[in-house]
């Protein structure tokens, strides 16, 4: 009776430090299998902690990737194409799915390291420098995270002709009301350079427009 009451007491503690222990580093599972799970350690994250984000927001971030194995780096986004952060839009698939699961809920001017298992990176054939079946680690850091055009809703307020399509004019403006919503004005370099990456991504027939079908990706109109 003593033993089974002091075994509770020992499993309660436990769970009492793994539960501490949330708040910096947890695991996010990508798929049924426990092993594939994205492994979450928050490195810094600033006091106030505006947008979060969340699948479909527009994120700008540095990313350096690195293989778990011997900590090679194979990849880093300040040397990549002139050193410029990466634009995406989170949970479309733009990015490796390991990297969209690690990536939900940050602020902009947080870090993350996230260790990511190769089903959730780049799985059994690999690509490049990074071997097949390899575990990766990344460190992210969120430069701005802004809300994505990638609701239906946000696509009726885009498209101003009504001809169910988007030009880089419409998405350009709406992009442009967003951030001085935000109370962050852009000039036009930075909008050319996220409607350059947005139609290079969305713009599957490459015909000038990203048409409604292109756009709402889930075939459902919330992400």
């Not at 309660?12 to 501490?20: D, E, K, P, R, T």
């Not at 490459?206 to 990706?217: C, F, M, T, V």
Request: charged letters at 30%.
């Amino acid at each position: 009776m003593q033993s089974g009451t002091m075994w509770k007491l020992v499993r309660c503690s436990v769970l009492v430090v793994l539960f501490s222990r949330l708040g910096s580093c947890w695991s996010w599972s990508g798929a049924d299998e426990p092993r594939d799970q994205v492994q979450i350690e928050v490195l810094f994250r600033p006091e106030e902690c505006g947008r979060r984000a969340q699948r479909g927001d527009l994120i700008n971030a540095h990313y350096d990737g690195f293989l778990a194995k011997d900590g090679s780096q194979f990849y880093c986004s300040r040397s990549d194409k002139q050193g410029h952060p990466q634009w995406f839009v989170l949970g479309v698939g733009q990015i490796i799915k390991g990297l969209d699961i690690g990536i939900m809920e940050m602020c902009a001017g947080e870090r993350r390291k996230l260790t990511v298992p190769s089903a959730l990176a780049f799985g059994e054939a690999g690509k490049g420098p990074v071997p097949p079946n390899a575990t990766v680690v990344f460190e992210v850091e969120v430069l701005s995270v802004s809300k994505g055009p990638r609701t239906m809703e946000a696509f009726g307020r885009m498209d101003l002709d009504k001809d169910r399509s988007l030009n880089k004019a419409e998405v350009k403006e709406y992009l442009k009301l967003e951030y001085e919503k935000g109370g962050k004005p852009r000039d036009e370099p930075f909008y050319e350079k996220i409607l350059a990456d947005i139609f290079r991504k969305s713009d599957h027939d490459q015909d000038g427009l990203i048409s409604a079908k292109e756009y709402n990706i889930y075939e459902r109109d919330e992400l």
